[in-house]
């Protein structure tokens, strides 16, 4: 996992990047409008609900490098659509019978 520091202001917003190492969150983060950045980021608390997950996955999931997500202040943000991905290949896993993780086989 790559940690890196916003040049704005280093102690608030932190990026996690994982499979891209550019800055295109934070500048993502940074050009969205308020109503629609809350469309395009979910905490993480929300993104377990959604995945029907715990945050213990989810936070798995990103130290993994299976979702991307920003540190904003105290809060850590999923891209909504790194975690639509994850639930896809979870799904398509799921239907070709590939075995769960810790499962024996």
């Known amino acids: 996992m790559?940690?890196?520091n916003n040049l704005h202001d280093s102690?608030?917003?932190r990026?996690?990047?994982?499979?891209?190492?550019t800055d295109a969150l934070l500048e993502?983060?940074?050009?969205?409008?308020?109503?629609?950045?809350?469309?395009k980021f979910i905490g993480t608390a929300?993104?377990?609900k959604i995945a029907h997950v715990t945050r213990q996955t989810i936070h798995l999931w990103l130290d993994s490098g299976e979702l991307?997500?920003?540190?904003?202040?105290?809060?850590?943000y999923v891209q909504a659509d790194s975690l639509r991905?994850?639930?896809r290949l979870q799904a398509r896993e799921w239907t070709a019978g590939v075995p769960r993780r810790g499962t024996a086989t």
Request: charged share 40%.
């Open 68 to 76: 991307l997500a920003l540190r904003v202040g105290k809060k850590l």
């Open 11 to 13: 102690k608030a917003i």
């Open 28 to 39: 993502e983060w940074f050009s969205l409008p308020d109503h629609e950045r809350s469309r």
């Open 2 to 4: 790559t940690k890196r």
């Open 15 to 21: 990026v996690y990047c994982f499979k891209d190492p």
């Open 46 to 48: 929300d993104a377990a």
């Open 85 to 87: 991905a994850r639930i």
